[in-house]
């Protein structure tokens, strides 16, 4: 079992920075992969990134790669997505998730948070 819960959301201008923090309770929590997600109003949830247990393997969606940075800290149990460059079109409630194997479909993830809104203005 693991509970998760996002942090770092807020209104910055189009152009800045924000780091997100996802905090899991839980012995196994590096086990797990980790993956974020967004969800804009009247949309459906998307990929955002994702993080392979040790942390060694990452994957984007296209719209943010280059710009967004997804990295775990294990002794920590902490999973963190740096969002630089950000766009208007990046505004969503964004969720920490995790999953039993590497995986980009928001179906096959098990466990997530309550999410935590981003808002960026043009």
């Known amino acids: 079992q693991v509970q998760l819960v996002e942090s770092g959301g807020g209104l910055v201008q189009a152009g800045g920075s924000l780091r997100l923090s996802c905090a899991a309770t839980?012995?196994?929590?590096?086990?797990?992969?980790m993956g974020w997600f967004r969800q804009a109003p009247g949309k459906e949830r998307e990929f955002v990134a994702v993080i392979s247990p040790s942390g060694g393997v990452t994957s984007y969606a296209d719209s943010v790669k280059g710009r967004f940075t997804i990295s775990r800290d294990n002794a920590k149990n902490t999973v963190y997505l740096q969002m630089n460059s950000l766009k208007p079109e990046d505004t969503a409630v964004y969720y920490c998730?995790?999953?039993?194997?590497?995986?980009?479909?928001?179906?096959?993830?098990?466990?997530w948070g309550q999410g935590t809104q981003v808002t960026v203005s043009s």
């Open positions: 839980g012995r196994t929590f590096s086990y797990y992969t």
């Open positions: 998730a995790a999953a039993a194997s590497y995986r980009t479909t928001p179906s096959e993830y098990n466990y």
